[in-house]
């Protein structure tokens, strides 16, 4: 199916705000750990940093490391959102060839992710 | 490492460098960052690599929203060539164990030289073709924007620079899988995102103006950076500080560079980034010298 310029223009603004969303986000929490290192409250890099539940648990203990550890990860699960945004929005203009395009990037990125972190 | 605030400040000063040549160019800028984290840093190439593939997601993600939005960057086309990209970066294990990594940039240091020639002799707008009746350049409007050229791949945007809309398609689909395919391999190797190869390849192969390559690849770098960045970070090679610094300057200076980009032409962009391939090849060639494997 072709899509219209307005379905362009949505899916267009649904990956823009997902991505700038994750910055902003990841932005604040890299500029509070940074001020939380440079204050003292900072431990040496965790061993495994992409465990999530000790991260976050360090994070909330004010660990400067942790906290920009946690917005680091942030920062490298944009580009996945991004292919996630775009594939649900090919699904829903019924775009089945660009749908499972992304699906397939997805499921690679997923295999990678697993295999760095397993 | 713990690392002072001069360090810090260096570093996210030529974060803001890295991340607007890096829009601009469609590259993400890693090419930029690890000589700083190395020579003027001291920190050791394998850190210096893993910080250089986070920072090329940041310079990514920092713009590849405003660049879908204004239509340079192709959205259908970026992610078919990602299958390519990513299936690449898994492979890229295999590579590492059969070729030595400096062999690998010995190789890749000599593609990148005659590329750049290649695109200094390019004529310029080769593979595009501009709207006849160019609209206003202030007020790009989207309910006149003309309709692509006939193919699912093709795109169209408004380039401020002329003052007019591009239209262009889409050719030679599948060398450019290829050429995504290895940029997609040796991505995690040399801690860039493999801009300085699908630049080009969009650009001479598909047939792409080089402000939609450079936005299309800016759109891709991201992905296929964030394959390799989770490997790095889970073996603990990333630099929470040290990172956190490059990070903070490149989403400032990302944003400036793809605000930059608009308003040059595409002839300009297309010598600066041989400018750029002459440099990274150089770089590693520095760096096979060093490590002392011969060049082939």
């Known amino acids: 199916m072709t899509e219209s310029p307005t379905q362009q223009r949505r899916l267009a603004r649904a990956v823009h705000w997902g991505l700038s969303g994750g910055l902003y986000l990841s932005a604040a929490l890299l500029v509070a750990g940074l001020m939380l290192s440079m204050a003292g409250h900072a431990t040496p890099t965790p061993h495994h940093p992409l465990k999530l539940r000790p991260l976050i648990a360090a994070s909330l203990n004010g660990d400067g490391t942790a906290v920009i550890n946690l917005g680091l990860v942030l920062l490298m699960a944009t580009p996945v959102l991004r292919v996630l945004v775009l594939g649900i929005g090919w699904l829903g203009e019924k775009d089945w060839r660009f749908a499972l395009v992304s699906l397939i990037v997805l499921t690679m990125l997923c295999v990678s992710i697993v295999w760095g972190t397993g | 490492m713990d690392p002072s605030?001069?360090?810090l400040a260096i570093l996210a000063v030529a974060g803001v460098g890295a991340g607007a040549l890096g829009a601009l160019l469609g590259t993400g800028g890693g090419v930029f960052v690890v000589p700083v984290l190395v020579l003027v840093i001291g920190v050791p190439m394998h850190q210096a690599i893993a910080t250089s593939i986070v920072t090329v997601i940041a310079a990514s993600s920092a713009v590849a929203g405003g660049n879908v939005e204004r239509g340079t960057a192709n959205m259908r086309l970026g992610m078919t060539l990602e299958i390519a990209t990513a299936l690449g970066a898994i492979c890229g294990g295999?590579?590492?164990a059969f070729m030595p990594p400096a062999l690998?940039?010995?190789?890749?240091?000599?593609?990148?030289?005659?590329?750049a020639i290649v695109m200094l002799r390019q004529r310029p707008g080769e593979g595009e073709t501009e709207d006849a009746a160019p609209v206003n350049a202030v007020a790009p409007d989207a309910a006149r924007q003309p309709l692509a050229a006939d193919g699912r791949l093709a795109g169209a945007y408004f380039d401020p620079a002329t003052g007019g809309w591009v239209t262009y398609r889409v050719r030679r689909l599948l060398p450019a899988l290829g050429v995504s395919f290895v940029a997609g391999n040796v991505s995690g190797l040399l801690g860039i995102g493999?801009?300085?190869?699908?630049?080009?390849a969009l650009h001479l192969l598909c047939g792409m103006p080089i402000k939609a390559a450079a936005a299309t690849s800016n759109f891709m770098i991201g992905v296929t950076a964030a394959a390799s960045a989770f490997l790095y970070f889970g073996r603990g090679?990333?630099?929470?500080?040290?990172?956190?610094?490059?990070?903070?300057?490149?989403?400032?200076?990302?944003?400036?560079?793809?605000?930059?980009?608009h308003f040059v032409h595409g002839r300009f962009l297309t010598r600066l980034f041989a400018l750029l391939l002459v440099a990274t090849a150089v770089q590693m060639l520095v760096r096979v010298w060093t490590s002392g494997v011969p060049i082939p």
């Open chain 2, 237 to 261: 090679s990333v630099q929470p500080a040290l990172t956190a610094a490059v990070v903070l300057g490149v989403l400032i200076g990302a944003p400036i560079g793809s605000w930059f980009g």
């Open chain 2, 104 to 115: 690998l940039e010995g190789l890749f240091a000599a593609c990148l030289l005659p590329t």
């Open chain 2, 94 to 96: 295999l590579t590492a």
């Open chain 2, 194 to 200: 493999g801009g300085v190869f699908k630049v080009p």
């Open chain 2, 5 to 7: 605030l001069t360090k």
